[in-house]
């Protein structure tokens, strides 16, 4: 059984940081592409960034400069560091996991998601 789970989400005053986590199990981790995801209250889930098997990252523009994705394939686990946070980053955010053959992109259907961890940004 696959499991994606985040955690580290919590409350931050605009300009702070925070460490999103997720930790998987029940798949081959290390040849997975993971990503991850966010999705405010009323709006579509919006891809953020991406990192393949080999370490290869991609960032849509609206986080590129606050935000970094990392993995680490020895525990299964995949990060996003965020910077330089602001009111509108509040949402849910979701990792996922996609079979290493498809293309490691945010605009690709992933096959395997966690349940989210909620990130509040106060002004």
């Known amino acids: 059984q696959v499991q994606l789970v985040e955690s580290g989400g919590g409350s931050v005053q605009a300009g702070g940081s925070l460490r999103v986590s997720c930790a998987a199990s029940g798949i081959t981790y290390s040849s997975y592409c993971m990503g991850w995801f966010r999705q405010a209250p009323g709006k579509e889930r919006e891809g953020l960034a991406t990192i393949t098997s080999g370490g290869s990252v991609t960032y849509v523009d609206s986080v590129k400069e606050r935000f970094t994705i990392s993995r680490d394939n020895g525990k299964s686990s995949v990060y996003l560091q965020m910077n330089n946070l602001k009111p509108e980053d509040t949402a849910m955010y979701y990792c996922?996991?996609?079979?290493?053959?498809?293309?490691?992109?945010?605009?690709?259907?992933?096959?395997?998601w966690g349940q989210g961890t909620q990130v509040t940004v106060s002004s």
């Open positions: 996922a996991a996609n079979s290493p053959w498809r293309i490691c992109s945010v605009r690709e259907s992933f096959r395997y």
